[in-house]
């Protein structure tokens, strides 16, 4: 990231009041938020919520990755986008709602569907990156990209009522010296094609899309910021129906990543 600490204007400061009172924040956390570059893939369920928490919040760049259209049936779940919307590239329609809700975020769309191809660029402009896909191909080139040029990765899933978190950075080191697990480890292998039913076909609770992307939101903010645990190593499994939340640690697989 910029290290210039950028000024915050007597108009940024009344809107990010709250946060700067947080002594964990403050002014110098709420000035590296504004000087952050964080990169959304997909501007759906997930996307939606973590575009607008990170919108609010001040994080002065935003990218978006997505080459769909709004649908009427989006508009259950993806909260960003509104009637008025369907038919619209997301990435516009997106960007839209951001600029009437924080005028001070800058927002570079990318209309385009990532593939192992162009995930290494993409990423490598950004310095947090965050993965609301909805297909296994992107979510491995992403977080291929991701290790390969040292960026954070803030990735979530979702399905019927269930969700789950985790932050990776397979490039960092413990402190005893042991390497960080990537996606990989966690998932060494996608599911072969068909196995695992799409939104369209399982159906999904559009509210639980706002649980998991708040929280994908907020492990941006402690990257960002460098307060808290980030949920490096940790996977965060949420069922909707029984309200409870659950966490694993799990560790690098022998093979590597």
């Known amino acids: 990231m910029n290290e210039i600490s950028p000024a915050l204007s007597a108009e940024e400061l009344e809107r990010y009041a709250r946060h700067i009172v947080l002594p964990e924040i403050g002014g110098a956390g709420q000035q590296k938020l504004k000087r952050a570059r964080v990169l959304v893939l997909g501007a759906g369920g997930l996307g939606a919520p973590v575009l607008a928490y990170l919108a609010a919040a001040g994080v002065g760049t935003l990218g978006i990755v997505d080459d769909d259209r709004v649908s009427l049936s989006n508009l259950q779940r993806q909260v960003i986008h509104d009637t008025g919307s369907v038919g619209a590239a997301k990435v516009d329609s997106a960007r839209m709602a951001i600029g009437r809700l924080n005028p001070h975020a800058a927002v570079e769309t990318h209309l385009t569907r990532l593939d192992a191809a162009n995930a290494r660029p993409l990423v490598a402009d950004y310095d947090v990156v965050v993965d609301g896909s909805d297909n296994f191909s992107a979510r491995y080139a992403l977080a291929d990209a991701c290790a ?80 808290g645990e980030p949920l490096v190593g940790r996977l965060l499994m949420y069922d909707a129906l029984s309200a409870r939340f659950e966490t694993i640690r799990f560790g690098r697989h022998k093979a590597g990543f």
Do not use: H, W
């Open 148 to 227: 390969a040029e040292s960026r954070p990765l803030v990735t979530a899933a979702v399905g019927r009522f269930d969700g789950s978190l985790t932050v990776l950075k397979p490039y960092e080191r413990r402190a005893d010296g042991t390497a960080l697990p990537g996606y990989r480890d966690l998932f060494p292998n996608p599911p072969p094609e068909g196995v695992v039913p799409s939104c369209a076909e399982a159906g999904i609770v559009g509210a639980l899309t706002g649980v998991m992307g708040s929280l994908q939101a907020m492990e941006v903010i402690k990257l960002i910021t460098g307060i």
